[in-house]
């Protein structure tokens, strides 16, 4: 394995995908730093039940067809999602069936494509998902249009990695995995582990977003980031920006009952089975203050690590990740105002009180205060107040009545 600090191409050729395992180590399964068994591709670590071979051989086994949707979910994720079902609904555009709970993720094993060794191939729309770093996807993937769109799920990454040993535990109790070992790291011992190995689960949470985030940059069209707190916060105006993306004109059916279902379900949580004890988006907070008190009692040298990894976050022209950047460089919360989702979702109607600095609410406020609708406001010279104030007194003159009898 490449050491600490070494980096891989982003974009590797095939013949380089299969150099970067030798073939006597390819399904090898590790153990350690984190305590539970995995395999490993370049700096990605995965669970154990997929064959590394065919991750190795995605650009010649699967083809995503044009009007295909690929999910992108950070593994952290995938242990106790609940509306995994509702996402696919949407994307392959079909109703979605009543049931009393959640399907759990393994429902949907098969539309996982590190683990579909057989090709993607249909005539009609589908949905698939994938818990790979895109350096380990085919190139053409995102850079053709004949590939179809890229959604990525994400997150404050702090959470993201909070929620990856629970993805393990997960791994082990519902895919029939070999039990994880009971010296598997937890907290701050899995945050070090994560910062000093040269391979983490998924790929590196920042890479991840950085690489997508470029992507997205460089073609809105094809690759979108969703971020799950906008799904928790705002259901309805998440759906409908999703929606968009996929180019599903509303009013529909579709979208309507997905809203529906997502909305009912929200009590319960989203993407955490919720106790009821408290609310989805203070677990997430709690999961990223959990993620800095971890962080501070590591050793200074840990601590670096992780800073210089921030530090690289490129600086991209997405408002959100520049939020979240500063929020990441000052170790606290990004907080959104309210009408962020909105705005995301090019959904937002303006504050007319902004722009003049009279707007009361805030952050509170549920109308738009981005900058870009922001009005110059100028006070017209005393010279033009001038020709303005004789233009309306003519004005005026003209439109005065003739008197009675003076009329041709």
Not at 178 to 196: N, R, T, V
Not at 331 to 349: G, T, V
Not at 393 to 404: A, G, K, L, M, V
Request: charged fraction near 25%.
């Amino acid at each position: 394995m490449a050491p600490r600090g070494e980096q891989l191409s982003l974009l590797p050729t095939e013949g380089d995908r299969h150099a970067m395992v030798p073939q006597d180590e390819i399904e090898t399964v590790y153990i350690e730093p984190y305590g539970f068994p995995h395999k490993r591709i370049g700096d990605a670590a995965f669970p154990p039940f997929i064959e590394a071979t065919n991750i190795l051989n995605l650009p010649r086994n699967l083809r995503l067809q044009k009007d295909d949707v690929l999910i992108s979910i950070p593994a952290g994720l995938m242990g106790d999602i609940q509306v995994m079902e509702l996402l696919i609904n949407l994307c392959e555009h079909q109703l979605p069936v009543e049931r009393d709970d959640p399907l759990r993720p393994c429902a949907f094993k098969d539309q996982l494509i590190e683990r579909n060794g057989s090709g993607v191939s249909s005539s009609k729309s589908n949905c698939y998902f994938t818990l790979l770093p895109p350096w380990l996807l085919p190139e053409e993937w995102w850079s053709s249009d004949d590939h179809g769109k890229i959604v990525v799920m994400t997150s404050d990454p702090r959470y993201l990695l909070m929620r990856q040993p629970h993805f393990w535990r997960f791994v082990s109790a519902q895919c029939l995995v070999e039990a994880a070992p009971a010296s598997m790291c937890d907290g701050a011992c899995y945050i070090q582990s994560y910062l000093e190995s040269s391979a983490q689960l998924g790929g590196e949470e920042l890479q991840k977003l950085a690489f997508w985030a470029k992507q997205e940059a460089l073609q809105p069209d094809r690759v979108k980031l969703f971020f799950i707190e906008d799904f928790i916060n705002e259901p309805e105006m998440a759906i409908k920006h999703l929606s968009g993306f996929l180019g599903m004109p509303p009013p529909d059916e579709v979208q309507a009952k997905v809203t529906q279902r997502m909305t009912l379900q929200k009590a319960g949580g989203l993407f955490w089975k919720m106790d009821g004890s408290s609310g989805e988006l203070e677990h997430l907070e709690l999961g990223v203050r959990q993620f800095e008190e971890f962080l501070a009692e590591l050793p200074m040298a840990v601590q670096d690590i992780w800073n210089e990894k921030v530090s690289l976050l490129p600086s991209l022209p997405q408002p959100r990740l520049s939020w979240l950047t500063l929020s990441l460089q000052q170790h606290n919360l990004a907080a959104l105002p309210r009408w962020w989702i909105a705005h995301s979702a090019r959904l937002c109607k303006p504050c007319s009180y902004h722009p003049r600095g009279a707007c009361k609410s805030g952050e509170f406020c549920s109308y738009c205060h981005h900058e870009s609708h922001r009005i110059e406001l100028r006070r017209d010279s005393k010279r033009e107040r001038m020709r303005k104030r004789r233009q309306r007194e003519r004005n005026r003159i003209s439109r005065t009545p003739s008197p009675d009898g003076l009329s041709s």
